[in-house]
């Protein structure tokens, strides 16, 4: 799965109610190893909540799995 695969999946599972979250994120920590990416940019209109809260629970959720992300402004 390439980098742009694992990051669309991840919107979706956001949008289905984080379903199978957990399995997409290990896709797309291979992914950005593979291609050398150490910071993952998401754009907060494509999140569910697009809110200071939203987002912060998400840098969070993904820091604990060893991916640090950002939001594209």
């Given amino acids: ?3 742009t695969d694992a ?3 991840i919107y979706i599972s956001l949008q289905n ?3 199978d979250i957990d399995h997409h994120i290990k896709n797309l920590k291979l ?3 593979e291609e050398g990416v150490t910071e993952m940019t998401f754009e907060p209109a494509k999140l569910v ?3 200071r809260a939203g987002r912060k629970m998400m840098q969070s959720y ?3 799995r060893g991916i640090k992300i950002s939001f594209a402004e």
Wanted: hydrophobic letters at 35%.
């Fill in 1 to 3: 799965m390439n980098l």
């Fill in 7 to 9: 990051k669309e999946a």
């Fill in 17 to 19: 109610d984080n379903e």
């Fill in 31 to 33: 992914a950005m190893k």
């Fill in 49 to 51: 909540q697009n809110n």
């Fill in 62 to 64: 993904f820091k604990k």
